[in-house]
T-cell receptor, first 114, second 111 residues
Framework: NAGVTQTPKFQVLKTGQSMTLQCAQD?????MYWYRQDPGMGLRLIYY???????DKGEVPNGYNVSRLNKREFSLRLESAAPSQTSVYFC?????????????FGPGTRLTVL | SQQGEEDPQALSIQEGENATMNCSYK?????LQWYRQNSGRGLVHLIL?????REKHSGRLRVTLDTSKKSSSLLITASRAADTASYFC???????????FGAGTTVTVRA
């Protein structure tokens, strides 16, 4: 099992450009999450999908959109990138919505917006 | 806003010593989890303690939870160079068990 995979690993964008970060999990998990991590801070939740067909805003959703394409895949889109979106983005998954269990994280995408 | 706050922000210890870090949070929780992050990598789950548990062990890890004080501690015994990493506490609350992370404790284990 590959676990949670993310593409790309690194990306440099110019202000105003758009891009989609891809995430896939092969653990048959129901819930998936997108976080951003800025220097000296913990992870902040951008959007999540408790189960296939549902998405909800997290703590910092402005400037982002998401798509739960199917049970395996959850993408994050930046429509018009801004320097404030320079960050490391992590995708995570969890086996059951509404259950006492842990999240599994991908390796991250390092995004720089110039 | 972030729920958990870790203390200290950074910790440097000698190999073989114990490392203790603390986490405080603000609202009621279903569970509290600890994660490790090696430099440039994703987070790895270490241990989960439920709100009705007071102490839990996993290998060299010991976690305590005091819900009356809204605090938790993570103890790593007999530390190794490989334990050098950042450690994050994360609280899960509400019906959807979303995680809220603290800013982390950076642990350096000196050989």
């Amino acid at each position: 099992n590959a676990g949670v995979t993310q593409t790309p690993k690194f990306q440099v964008l110019k202000t105003g450009q758009s891009m989609t970060l891809q995430c896939a999990q092969d653990m048959n998990h129901n819930s998936m999450y997108w976080y951003r991590q800025d220097p000296g801070m913990g992870l902040r939740l951008i959007y999540y999908s408790a189960s296939e067909g549902t998405t909800d805003k997290g703590e910092v959703p402005n400037g982002y959109n998401v798509s739960r394409l199917n049970k395996r895949e959850f993408s994050l889109r930046l429509e018009s990138a801004a320097p404030s979106q320079t960050s490391v983005y992590f995708c995570a998954s969890r086996s059951l919505a509404g259950a006492n269990n842990e999240q599994f994280f991908g390796p991250g995408t390092r995004l720089t917006v110039l | 806003s972030q729920q958990g706050e870790e203390d200290p922000q950074a910790l440097s210890i000698q190999e073989g010593e114990n490392a203790t870090m603390n986490c405080s949070y603000k609202t009621s929780i279903n569970n509290l989890q600890w994660y490790r992050q090696n430099s440039g990598r994703g987070l790895v789950h270490l241990i989960l303690i439920r709100s009705n548990e007071r102490e839990k062990h996993s290998g060299r890890l010991r976690v305590t939870l005091d819900t009356s004080k809204k605090s938790s501690s993570l103890l790593i015994t007999a530390s190794r160079a490989a334990d050098t990493a950042s450690y994050f506490c994360a609280t899960a609350g509400g019906n959807d068990y979303k995680l809220s992370f603290g800013a982390g404790t950076t642990v350096t284990v000196r050989a």
